[in-house]
Each structure stands twice: as structure tokens, then as C-alpha cells.
């Protein structure tokens, strides 16, 4: 499991508000207006608690008060509780919070208490991740080619393939490339294929798993995957967008999806 490092969320709100900037010319939309499609809701103020917790690896420096920084971007009421785990857990249901917001290792969940709706991490990372990449207004057809098919790029495979999309997906895991083209009937990627694509969803821990080869001159490439996913010599080529960021974009779409 890939851990987020305090560094990953230096400087948050400036990466978020970058990566909006190139979500809202890239698709025509904002990541709010784009929330508000895909899962039907808008906040209502709710009041959200942000419980540390200590399992694991541990708490993570400046994780809660990123959670804080998003929940208020966002328009909402929230706090860290006192006590981390169980006390925590426990002062957030007594001061009647709304949403909880919780992290161990594995799991990085939003349970909404009043509608008991509750919301992973990598399944709302890779829907709303690959729901960007899939609305690149510059695309020339329904092709979107997925990089990685773990816990979130599956999860973002799944919701372009309900979607309507091709997807065309590559994994150097075998096990996870046969269930995606059995269970969701995605097209293998083929390197030898000179096919170039203009919308890319990437979910992987390594860096440079794009080349050259696989992208269209002008292409979208949304990717929540740490370190970034396009070689720095691409990355600079201004006909590519990219949109990256660590934490906050996945955490809006959990606490839409619990709205
Ligand atoms: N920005 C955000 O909000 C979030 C970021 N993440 C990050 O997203 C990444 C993926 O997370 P998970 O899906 O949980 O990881 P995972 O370990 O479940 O899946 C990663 C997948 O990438 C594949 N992979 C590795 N190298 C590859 C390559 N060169 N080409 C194609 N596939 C390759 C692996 O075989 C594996 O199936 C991690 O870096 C994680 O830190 C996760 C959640 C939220
Ligand atoms: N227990 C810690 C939080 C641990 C979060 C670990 N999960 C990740 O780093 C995932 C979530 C998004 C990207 N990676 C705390 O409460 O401070
Ligand atoms: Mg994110």
C-alpha cells in the first residue's frame, strides 16, 4: 500500500487549485460541477469530523489537517476531534459530526451518519479520476487508455467501461489484465499497436509509465498516481494536460458520493 508522505501534501491547495485550472480547460467543467454529475448531490454544510488514526504506519503529518483544508474548500463545517482512534471516533458521534472522515493503512473511508452511505478512497479516486480523463473536449473518439488496473485503476476501468468508453488497459500484472478484459471486456494495450490516444487514466506507484508511443499529440492525462506518471520531457510539452494531485480531488469525490 502506497503511503502518502507529509511531502506529498505540501503546498495542497495551490496543486488543487492548478489541477482545476487544467480540469476546467481541458473537459469545460470544475472538479465541484464535474462532483456534482457523476454523483447527483451538492453540500448541504454538513458537518464533518476528521478522526486520526493511529494503526499502522501511523498518523501521517499533516494528513488530518489536509482533510480539514478540503473540507472547508469545499464549503463545509469540519474539525480534527481531540484523541485520535476510538475516542475520537467516539467525541465526533457525540458532538452529533455528520460525516466522518477515517484512515488506517488500507482503507481511507468518508461514512455519512445521517444516510449511513459510506465511501472508499481508491473506488472514488478511480471513478472521478477516470472521469475527467474521459471528458477531454479535444477527443477524437470514445478510446481512453488505462495505465494500471490495482485498487484504483480498476475502480476507474469499471466506471469508463459502464460509461460507454473503450478502454484499452495495460498491467504487467497477468492476474489483473485477465480479469479486466474477462469481467469488464477491456481491449489489452498493445505497445506494437502504432494507436495513439488523447484521453490517459493512470493509477500506478511508479513514475514514467507513459511514453511518447502511447499518447496523442494533444492529449489529457489524469492521473492520481504518486510519483507522476509522464517522463519530466513530457510533461513539459504544452500540447499535454495533466492533471495530478495527491489527495484532495479522490477526497471531494468521497464526500460527494456521501452527500
Ligand atoms: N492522488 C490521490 O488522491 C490518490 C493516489 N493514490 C495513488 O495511486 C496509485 C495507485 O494506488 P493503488 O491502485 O491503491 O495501487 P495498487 O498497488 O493497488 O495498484 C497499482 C497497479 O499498478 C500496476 N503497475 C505498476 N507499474 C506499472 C506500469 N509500469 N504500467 C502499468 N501498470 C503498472 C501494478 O501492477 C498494480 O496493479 C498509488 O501511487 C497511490 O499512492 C491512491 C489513492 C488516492
Ligand atoms: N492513519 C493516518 C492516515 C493514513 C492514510 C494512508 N493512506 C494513504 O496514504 C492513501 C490515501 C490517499 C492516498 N493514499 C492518519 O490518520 O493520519
Ligand atoms: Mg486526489
Same mark, same amino acid.
Given at each position: 500500500?502506497?503511503?502518502?508522505?507529509?511531502?506529498?501534501?505540501?503546498?495542497?491547495?495551490?496543486?488543487?487549485?492548478? &489541477? +482545476?485550472?487544467?480540469?476546467?480547460?481541458?473537459?469545460?467543467?470544475?472538479?465541484?460541477?464535474?462532483?456534482? /454529475? $457523476?454523483?447527483?448531490?451538492? =453540500?448541504? !454544510?454538513?458537518?464533518?469530523?476528521?478522526?486520526?488514526?493511529?494503526?499502522?504506519?501511523?498518523?501521517?503529518? +499533516?494528513?488530518? &489537517?489536509?482533510?480539514?483544508?478540503?473540507?472547508?474548500?469545499?464549503?463545509?463545517?469540519?474539525?480534527?476531534?481531540?484523541?485520535?482512534?476510538?475516542?475520537?471516533? #467516539?467525541?465526533?458521534? !457525540? /458532538?452529533?459530526?455528520?460525516?466522518?472522515? @477515517?484512515?488506517? /493503512? #488500507? @482503507?481511507?473511508?468518508?461514512?455519512?451518519?445521517?444516510?449511513?452511505?459510506?465511501?472508499?478512497?481508491?473506488?472514488?479516486?478511480?471513478?472521478?479520476?477516470?472521469?475527467?480523463?474521459?471528458?477531454?473536449?479535444?477527443?477524437?473518439?470514445?478510446? $481512453?487508455?488505462?495505465?494500471?488496473?490495482?485498487?484504483?485503476?480498476?475502480?476507474?476501468?469499471? #466506471?469508463?467501461?459502464?460509461?460507454?468508453? +473503450?478502454?484499452?488497459?495495460?498491467?504487467?500484472?497477468?492476474?489483473?489484465?485477465?480479469?479486466?478484459?474477462?469481467?469488464?471486456? $477491456?481491449?489489452?494495450?498493445? &505497445?506494437?499497436? =502504432?494507436?495513439?490516444?488523447? @484521453?490517459?487514466?493512470?493509477?500506478?506507484? +511508479?513514475?514514467?509509465?507513459?511514453?511518447?508511443? @502511447?499518447?496523442?499529440?494533444?492529449?489529457?492525462?489524469?492521473?492520481?498516481?504518486?510519483?507522476?506518471?509522464?517522463?519530466?520531457?513530457?510533461?513539459?510539452?504544452?500540447?499535454?494536460?495533466?492533471?495530478?494531485?495527491?489527495? $484532495?480531488?479522490?477526497?471531494?469525490?468521497?464526500?460527494? !458520493?456521501?452527500?
Amino acid at each position: 500500500m502506497a503511503l502518502l508522505t507529509p511531502e506529498d501534501l505540501e503546498d495542497l491547495l495551490n496543486k488543487l487549485r492548478q &489541477s +482545476n485550472e487544467t480540469i476546467k480547460a481541458s473537459t469545460g467543467k470544475g472538479i465541484t460541477e464535474i462532483c456534482e /454529475d $457523476v454523483y447527483g448531490t451538492r =453540500p448541504a !454544510s454538513q458537518k464533518v469530523a476528521i478522526v486520526p488514526i493511529t494503526a499502522g504506519n501511523g498518523v501521517i503529518g +499533516n494528513f488530518s &489537517s489536509s482533510l480539514l483544508a478540503i473540507t472547508e474548500y469545499f464549503g463545509l463545517e469540519g474539525y480534527i476531534t481531540e484523541h485520535p482512534d476510538i475516542t475520537g471516533y #467516539h467525541q465526533a458521534v !457525540s /458532538d452529533g459530526a455528520d460525516i466522518l472522515l @477515517m484512515a488506517d /493503512d #488500507h @482503507m481511507f473511508i468518508a461514512h455519512n451518519l445521517k444516510s449511513r452511505k459510506i465511501a472508499a478512497n481508491h473506488i472514488c479516486t478511480g471513478v472521478i479520476y477516470s472521469e475527467i480523463a474521459s471528458r477531454f473536449i479535444h477527443a477524437g473518439s470514445k478510446d $481512453v487508455l488505462v495505465i494500471g488496473l490495482g485498487r484504483v485503476g480498476y475502480a476507474g476501468t469499471e #466506471h469508463l467501461v459502464k460509461k460507454g468508453f +473503450n478502454v484499452y488497459a495495460y498491467d504487467p500484472n497477468t492476474e489483473f489484465m485477465e480479469k479486466a478484459i474477462e469481467e469488464l471486456g $477491456v481491449n489489452a494495450y498493445d &505497445s506494437a499497436d =502504432p494507436k495513439k490516444f488523447s @484521453m490517459v487514466f493512470e493509477a500506478t506507484p +511508479n513514475a514514467n509509465t507513459i511514453s511518447e508511443g @502511447m499518447i496523442a499529440e494533444r492529449c489529457l492525462v489524469s492521473t492520481p498516481g504518486i510519483p507522476c506518471a509522464l517522463p519530466p520531457e513530457l510533461a513539459e510539452n504544452g500540447d499535454i494536460d495533466l492533471v495530478m494531485e495527491p489527495l $484532495v480531488i479522490g477526497a471531494a469525490a468521497m464526500l460527494y !458520493s456521501v452527500f
